[in-house]
C-alpha cells in the first residue's frame, strides 16, 4: 500500500499507512497522513537519527521539547583513537 501513496517509500511510513487504514476500518481513529513526521536514519558507525523537527523549530513554534547530549568519545565506538 505504501508505494503507491505518494509519500516517501520507506518501511516505517508504509507501515504507518496500514495501522492509519485498519484504524479507520474498525473506527478507532480519525487520524490522517497529513502533518506526520518521517524518522531519518544515517548508518554510520555510531548511528544517526532523528524525526524531522529540530531544536530550533520546537523554539520557533514554541513547543516543549527536552534536548539530551552525550559527548562523541564517551560513545564505545565513538572514539576511533588517533
Known sequence: MGDVTGEPQFTHVAWDDH???FDLLLGRS????RG????YTAFTDPQLAGVRLTERGAKKQQI???VAT????DIARGD???
Open 36 to 39: 506526520r513526521a518521517y524518522p
Open 64 to 66: 516543549p521539547y527536552e
Open 19 to 21: 495501522r492509519i487504514l
Open 80 to 82: 576511533r583513537g588517533g
Open 70 to 73: 552525550l559527548p562523541f568519545g
Open 30 to 33: 480519525t487520524r490522517g497522513r
